[in-house]
């Protein structure tokens, strides 16, 4: 035991201070990741991809917490050919591609909406059609209220509604605990150790895709624990009365089967809100992944 002891307090504590304080010093420059190209905005670059040309009444696509553009690859390609307009997906700050800085203000709400802002504006965008899924919609509310004359038009899919109506399980709290979280966050490069989280944002059953590993993995520690766009903008007020008072077309989108954002509690604080969700009852909370086609089919309509 007295072995043990000093085991702990002359070896195993030091060495996790000192993994903290490295991983609290981590950054990632932006890089080309999921066939996109970098984007030198002022603030963090993004890592963006582009289908068709221009992005005049361009459809915007922003990916939720822990994603990337990729997770949007069986659904750009379809909108572009169906609807005739460009499509921008966008990796979010500190995912993908895109830039990880040491500033953890850039991952929150207003980070994020002023870097998708930003890189809209690099590429001369208008009249945007904005896609939300999940943290992306939250992101895309803020973009919206803050940008009224670039943005027409918002449809968000399986975005948390209010305070509360999300469960992110126990295995991402402990990876931001002070010191032990550094270390337990080791364990996100292994598949086995997350596999179980990740399923919770699919339905039970369907296979998680490699890409959902891999843009796990391209996240630092500080982008794990900080980007709390979702959390920020419900503090205000619910995003469900914030997208209902906007004052432009918004469109709600909830796989049936969302254990992540549970179904029933969001789909009614929409409803509560005045806007009626759209179901699709055999998927869980990524629809883009799960039923990339009745996404497609919804948005073509919407956009018409």
């Known amino acids: 035991m007295r072995n043990l002891a000093k085991l702990l307090v002359f070896i195993v504590i030091p060495a996790m ?10 950054v990632r420059e932006a890089t080309t990741f999921g066939g996109g190209r970098v984007v030198s905005i002022t603030g963090p670059d993004v890592n963006v991809r582009e289908y068709g040309s221009g992005a005049q009444n361009a459809i915007v696509l922003l990916h939720g917490y822990a994603s990337s553009i990729e997770w949007w690859s069986d659904v750009a390609p379809k909108l572009a050919e169906q609807t005739g307009r460009p499509v921008v997906a966008i990796d979010l700050v500190g995912h993908g591609g895109s830039e990880s800085p040491l500033d953890s203000d850039a991952y929150g709400a207003q980070g994020q909406a ?8 690099m590429l001369k965008a208008s009249n945007v059609t904005l896609v939300g ?4 919609g939250h992101v895309a509310t803020l973009v919206g209220q803050r940008e009224p004359d670039l ?3 918002i449809v968000v899919i399986d975005t948390f509604a209010a305070k509360g109506l999300v ?11 002070p010191i032990v979280g550094q270390a337990l ?6 598949d086995a150790v997350t596999k179980s989280s990740l399923q919770a944002g699919f339905a039970a059953g369907f296979e998680i895709p490699t890409f959902a590993y891999r843009s796990l993995k391209q996240m630092i520690h500080r982008g794990v624990c ?7 903008m419900n503090a205000k007020r619910p995003v469900a009365i914030q997208l209902a008072q906007m004052g432009k077309p918004v469109k709600v ?7 992540l954002t549970p179904t029933a509690a969001n789909v009614a604080a929409y409803r509560n809100a005045g806007l009626t969700p759209e179901i699709i009852q055999n998927a869980g909370h990524s629809l883009q992944v799960e039923a990339p086609d009745d996404v497609v089919r919804i948005v073509v309509d919407f956009v018409k």
């Not at 899924?133 to 992306?136: C, I, K, V």
């Not at 469960?167 to 605990?177: F, H, S, T, Y």
């Open 185 to 190: 966050d080791r364990g996100r490069q292994v």
């Open 17 to 26: 201070l000192v993994n903290a304080w490295v991983v609290s010093r981590d």
């Open 253 to 259: 989108i909830w796989g049936g089967r969302d254990v």
């Open 133 to 136: 899924h999940s943290m992306g």
């Open 114 to 121: 002023l870097a998708v802002a930003r890189a809209l504006a």
């Open 167 to 177: 469960d992110r399980g126990k295995l991402q709290d402990a990876a931001c605990w």
């Open 151 to 153: 943005v027409e038009r």
């Open 226 to 232: 900080e980007s709390n766009a979702g959390d920020e």
